[in-house]
């Protein structure tokens, strides 16, 4: 049963960090300074410390289906407003990543023969009613798809709405209020400089690619 | 308030971390001083020698990882830097599938993390969902602190609009420690927060029992037509490095 095995790494991790530093633990529980919020997808493939070898206390992490930033969305925006304005990040990276599911999905409804564009509201998934959670969430994404005019379902084409899912995003996160004040101003209320970036995570691979869209302040 | 506690210290930890060397997972001591570097960089650095070692030990896992993932966990935890659940479980990639939000909630209305929630039950199929709360929470701790103070539910941080989406999200768990605000006033700082942690998990574990993809995901399996699917409960305890079961797992009746 996996949750017991978790218990049990978990317990012999708790051992052997304070082996190697008994003061780990009492410190991390005293506060935390992230210098970096992580937008990233739920993906089990894609834990945001381990693929980047950042210690506890690094990383302010988000993850959800296919790294979206609604921009309406409560449950991220307290996030952004949390980690930019009271824990004082100096990143926001979103990072999207090769293969996403939630991607797939989007291209194959995109590019079905029966798919209107504009006609709303749109089952991405159709096993589930187009008004179920997961329907609504990626209607935004087919339908940047399906702006797109791909043409075909290829492994290029999903690589090619992985990137520019990565970059509409990035675009969204730079709109919100918190990003705005913080780049008209300079710095945020903290005294922080902020950048965002977008990133795509390969999986054959490994690796972390920056798509150079980058933004800072003025 | 804690949140205004951490900013306040922010200064003093910054010159402890830069006094004082961390450790990281494998064990090595590494400089604070490489904070001053580009941290956006370093990540990306990190990365690039995370993938070269991970390849040399298996040359195969990358290739194998790009063909599908099949986690049997889902683990809804908060996005506290302090909690890198991969991390603290020891786990690799392709284990768990994941969804972190501030003080780790499933609100039923919450399209976030119930599609969550919706693509890991029924396209996933993954047979065990945790909730994990963890020790010191920020989140818990500005309900709890607006709670014993009076304020409104939809008011939990008085430097944050009411309408803006921090105190929006932070509104059902201010109302939560309200409710049980007699219990928890009668307590010492340090042990309300514990128990309001522990209580948000137990009721983010009930919205999960009773959400639709659960109950349908139990229904089949009482059918005989689907496989177990378990809710869990947890607490991380951030002093000690340790999970806390708290024993309340939920399954089909």
Known sequence: ?218 | MFFRNSLSLFPIILLATALTSIVNVEGHRLSARQNKVDASERLLQGNAQWAASTKKDNTTFFQTSAKGQDPKVLWYGCADSREPESVITNSIPGDIFVHRNIANQVPPEDANSVSVLEYAIKHLKVEHVIIAGHTNCGGANASLSAALAGSSASQTLSDEPSAGALNKWLEPLTEFALSQKSQLSAKSNSDALTVLVEENVKKQVENVSNSEAIQAAWQAETNGTGRAVRVHGWVYDLSTGLIRDLNVTRGPN
């Open chain 1, 1 to 218: 049963m996996p949750v017991h095995q978790l218990l049990a790494t978990n317990a012999q991790w708790a051992a052997d960090v304070a082996q190697s530093d008994p003061t780990f633990f009492p410190t991390s529980a005293q506060g935390q300074s992230p210098h970096t919020l992580w937008i990233g997808c739920a993906d089990s493939r894609v834990p945001a410390s381990v693929i980047t070898g950042a210690k506890p206390g690094e990383l302010f992490v988000h993850r959800n289906i296919a790294n979206q930033f609604h921009p309406d969305d409560k449950n991220i925006l307290s996030v952004l407003r949390y980690a930019v304005d009271h824990l004082g990040v100096e990143h926001v990276v979103i990072v999207g990543h090769s293969r996403c599911g939630g991607a797939q999905a989007c291209l194959n409804a995109a590019l079905a023969p029966n798919f209107v564009p504009g006609n709303l509201p749109i089952a991405t998934i159709e096993d589930y009613p187009a008004e179920e959670d997961i329907n609504r969430w990626l209607e935004p994404l087919t339908e940047l798809t399906a702006s797109l005019e791909l043409g075909s379902i290829s492994d290029a084409a999903l690589q090619t709405i992985v990137e520019e899912n990565v970059k509409l995003q990035v675009k969204n996160l730079s709109q919100s209020e918190v990003i705005q004040r913080a780049f008209e101003n300079g710095t945020t209320a903290l005294g922080k400089k902020v950048q965002i970036h977008g990133w795509v995570y390969d999986l054959a691979t490994g690796r972390l690619k920056d798509l150079h869209v980058s933004q800072s302040s003025k």
